[in-house]
């Protein structure tokens, strides 16, 4: 199977300290609808920045950004979903509810903890392991971008209400337009084979990002490539400019829609070239790459999904902690304790 051939990089179990191992996924992110990536309220313009072209290319353009935290949160929640439909969160030692995000009282206890870390609990902290970081897209923000005007709608059907008084309730947003590639890199770290499927799994079933996702915000993700080695993959921005010098010097016109098979090829190209890099042992071949996202789609099946998720928790179970008694305020009587041996 191709995932033993990243036994080398993978931990046997889970541990406290890292040892340097380190699993790289080149991730296509193609939006298949409009999307909306920003930082603050409706009208605000998309997150982008002022980014070189390419690496030749010289040119300064602004490339739109898909942020880390919107690439983990919506990929977090899909794994947790999961979860909790298989009752593998746990509760809070903060309090009687169950682990949650952003609530400030994570379990401490469940995959997601383990995995992608906790700050906020009352025993300690937990670094991720799954390191991100921005995505650019590979196309300039002004070929991307489109405007929307919204428009209220009365229950008429029509912009005025039974009085004929017009709507006022109208807006102008930018939004990303349906067909727009970001190139990004996911670096994992100490983990083990099951927790690099549901990584894996979590990426690939997650389908809406950014701002109002229960309308639009559809998106599809492609893993490209698969490292494995001692050191982190070159950066997201490294490889879009880099792709974006390839389709340049291809001839092909960089404009939007850019063509996904043109684009995939070039990325491939590119990244066939990172084994040579400090750091970078290997790469999975394009039949591994299958056969690894066909062992990841069977572990995550209706029927074999449960006994999966059960035997990744129960890989953590010597290592939970159950929540301790608070510790008395300075300055107030200790408890009493009481003696634990049995009555003669």
């Given at each position: ?22 699993i ?12 909306i ?11 982008s ?27 977090r ?77 009365f ?20 939004y990303i337009?349906p ?13 083990t ?10 990426i ?14 559809r ?24 792709v ?7 001839g092909?016109a ?24 400090r ?14 996202i ?24 010597p ?6 008694e ?14 634990t041996?049995?009555?003669?």
């Amino acid at each position: 199977m191709s995932i033993e051939k990243l036994t080398p990089f993978l931990a046997p179990s889970y541990e406290n300290f890292p040892k340097g191992r380190t699993i790289g996924l080149v991730v296509l992110r193609t939006t298949h609808s409009e999307t909306i990536f920003r930082t603050e309220g409706s009208g605000e313009p998309m997150c982008s920045e002022f980014v070189q072209a390419g690496v030749e290319d010289k040119n300064i353009i602004s490339r739109l950004v898909m942020t880390k935290r919107k690439q983990v949160a919506p990929e977090r929640r899909r794994g947790r979903e999961f979860l909790r439909s298989h009752n593998l969160l746990y509760t809070s030692p903060k309090g009687d509810s169950l682990c949650a995000l952003n609530t400030n009282a994570p379990c401490e206890m469940c995959i997601d903890c383990f995995l992608y870390g906790f700050a906020a609990g009352g025993e300690g902290a937990q670094k991720s392991r799954v390191w991100t970081e921005d995505a650019f897209s590979v196309l300039a923000a002004n070929d991307a971008i489109g405007d929307r005007t919204i428009n209220a709608i009365f229950e008429n059907g029509t912009m005025r209400d039974e009085n004929g008084k017009a709507s006022t309730a109208l807006n102008t947003s930018e939004y990303i337009k349906p067909g727009v590639h970001f190139l990004d890199i996911v670096t994992l770290k100490d983990v083990t084979a099951d927790e690099l499927r549901y990584v894996i799994g979590n990426i690939l079933l997650t389908t809406r990002y950014g701002a109002v996702s229960s309308r639009v915000g559809r998106m599809e993700n492609e893993i490209l490539g698969i490292f494995g080695g001692i050191a982190e993959l070159p950066s997201s921005l490294e490889l879009v400019q880099a792709v974006h010098d390839l389709l340049k010097a291809s001839g092909k016109a960089l404009e939007h829609p850019l063509e996904t098979s043109e684009l995939i090829k070039a990325t491939k190209q590119f990244i066939s070239t990172w084994t040579n890099k400090r750091g970078i042992s290997m790469q999975l071949s394009e039949d591994e790459l299958s056969n690894l996202i066909a062992d990841v789609d069977r572990h995550l099946s209706l029927t074999e999904q449960e006994n999966f998720l059960k035997r990744l928790d129960k890989s953590y179970e010597p290592l939970r902690r159950v929540p301790t008694e608070e510790k008395p305020k300075r300055g107030s009587k200790k408890k009493e304790t009481v003696a634990t041996e049995s009555e003669s």
